[in-house]
């Protein structure tokens, strides 16, 4: 055993593990630094597999960014974990096989789509090209219609979240660009034509003349 799979037995099992608490920690704040774990294990996984965009993007996105939003929400919600997680374990046989069904699945699918006999001109490409070139190609040539279509998808997505989010408050001030533009010098502007000398009016005149005397 050389060092790299004895790093990839460690990593693996740290990943397993993480995950595991993510499920069964008590606190929301310590599933969600669990699940940091697990992305920061997942991303070493994929540096020893010579994947170094994949494990940078997992890094940078996930881990940067969604799991510090997740703490942030979690950390203001003050969400009781006591009354979420009541029946776990009466549920867990159940969510346990459910597991198990989808990860035998999906080692079938991705074992049937390995082909080892390619592994030496895929490493010898990944040399001269690079794995991100690779990968770029792979996306933008061969599944570029699943790219576009997954775009769609998160577009509709953000449109929606928008939509659903954008609620008018009624002690915010706001302007009208469409009021703006129909806006017509008449009703901003009024040109008012005064005298130069302006009479003093009948009772102030008296009273004036009332003072002097």
């Known amino acids: 055993m050389n060092t790299t799979t004895a790093l990839f037995y460690v990593f693996s099992a740290v990943l397993l593990f993480a995950s595991f608490r993510v499920i069964t920690a008590r606190s929301t704040v310590h599933a969600a630094l669990f699940l940091v774990l697990a992305f920061f294990s997942a991303s070493c ?4 597999l ?13 881990v940067g960014a969604v799991m ?11 969400i009781n974990s006591d009354n979420v997680r009541q029946g776990f374990w009466q549920h867990f046989p159940l969510a346990a096989m459910v597991g198990v069904v989808i990860a035998l699945e999906m ?3 991705l ?29 933008y040539t061969h599944y ?4 576009q279509i997954a775009a769609v998808l998160l577009l509709v997505a953000i449109i929606a979240a928008i939509a659903l989010t954008l609620r008018g408050r009624k002690d915010s001030r706001h302007q009208d660009a469409s009021q703006q533009v129909k806006v ?6 009024r040109l008012i034509k005064m005298p130069p000398v302006v009479d003093a009016p009948a009772a102030a005149k008296q009273a004036n003349e009332g003072g002097k005397a």
Request: zero cysteines.
């Open 45 to 48: 996984v994929w540096m020893l």
């Open 50 to 62: 010579k994947a170094e965009f994949l494990a940078i993007t997992l890094v940078l996105v996930y």
């Open 68 to 78: 510090v939003l997740f703490l942030f929400v979690v950390m203001m919600l003050d």
């Open 107 to 109: 080692a079938a699918v």
């Open 111 to 139: 074992l049937h789509g390995f082909q080892p006999t390619q592994a030496p001109e895929l490493a010898a490409k990944a040399q001269q090209m690079g794995n991100t070139k690779m990968l770029g190609i792979e996306l």
């Open 144 to 147: 570029l219609y699943p790219l």
């Open 184 to 189: 017509r010098k008449a009703d901003r502007v």
